[in-house]
């Protein structure tokens, strides 16, 4: 693990420098963060105030500099997020198209979906509101979270995609959760997996 986050800070630093000035205030914006996060980001593990970066914020740095990190082409099977990162990104499908799925989709599930998607996301409703509108773009991450939530991906991209963003978005928020919480997690998964077990369902 914590070779893997140092190679993603050399990337990190080297994508940066490439862009320019201005890049980790354009970048902090992108992942929803701001420029001292991206700062304690780059730093080293054994620094004051480091901090890891999570799988969501991969995939939203990978959208920005158009380029997979360490380690993301090649996993085979688990490589999730640089497969949604492929043709079958979001950059490549039409906004306006996204937009008209998303309300469809929306509208398919009934009353309620709307604010059931921003709870997932973890986003207001009017934000989610504003991506059926075409206000507000549906970015690499946007989509990955609503396929997990629909359980199905949009015209153009493989349904198979649509599984892999789940586990990709499973994956992210457990990443961004406390030790703590991770173990609680893993727990309840565990009681899951050994009451199948005894009812005999599969």
């Known amino acids: 693990m914590k070779d893997s986050q140092q190679k993603i800070r050399n990337w990190l630093k080297e994508k940066l420098s490439v862009k320019g000035r201005g890049a980790a205030s354009a970048l902090a914006k992108e992942i929803d963060a701001d420029s001292a ?3 304690r980001m780059l730093r080293s593990p054994t620094g004051r105030g480091y901090r890891i970066i999570t799988g969501n914020e991969l995939i939203k740095m ?4 158009g380029e997979n990190p360490p380690g993301f ?3 085979g099977q688990n490589a999730a997020p640089a497969e949604s990162l492929s043709t ?3 950059a490549s499908i039409p906004q306006e198209d996204l937009c008209q799925w998303l309300r469809e989709q929306l509208a398919a599930k009934g009353r309620g979906a ?3 998607l921003a ?5 207001s409703p009017e934000l989610i509101t504003r991506m059926t509108k075409g206000t507000r773009s549906i970015g690499q991450r946007d989509l990955n979270m609503i396929m997990a939530f629909l359980g199905k991906a949009p015209p153009g991209v493989r349904q198979e995609t649509a599984l892999d963003a789940r586990k990709s978005a499973i994956l992210s928020l457990y990443e961004a959760s ?3 919480e991770q173990r609680a997690a893993f727990a309840f998964l565990q009681h899951l997996h050994s009451q199948r077990g005894k009812g005999g369902k599969t």
């Open 88 to 90: 079958n990104s979001a």
């Open 62 to 65: 990978a959208e920005f500099f």
């Open 119 to 123: 709870r997932y996301m973890n986003l």
């Open 73 to 75: 082409a090649d996993q």
């Open 114 to 116: 709307r604010a059931d």
């Open 178 to 180: 406390s030790e703590a």
């Open 37 to 39: 996060t991206i700062t």
